[in-house]
């Protein structure tokens, strides 16, 4: 779109772990604020369960966008 006029597009194991930190954010972030949750007190397995799944939801999502076009 818009922001990638006159630059080529970032990889995909760029492109996707960005993508994938931004959808966390967008997810976690309104929780944390609500005070939901606490990411301040998660162990190192409770944030691999968040982390691995947007990493893979990211890298998937951008391997789809460049397929589709």
Known sequence: GLLRRGRPP???PV???LLG???MAGAN???TALR???PTTWDTASWL???VPHLVYGLTTAAVYRALG
Request: hydrophobic fraction near 45%.
């Open 15 to 17: 492109a996707g772990p």
């Open 29 to 31: 972030g309104p929780a």
């Open 49 to 51: 369960s968040d982390i």
């Open 36 to 38: 939901l949750t606490d």
């Open 10 to 12: 970032l990889p995909n």
């Open 21 to 23: 930190a931004a959808v």
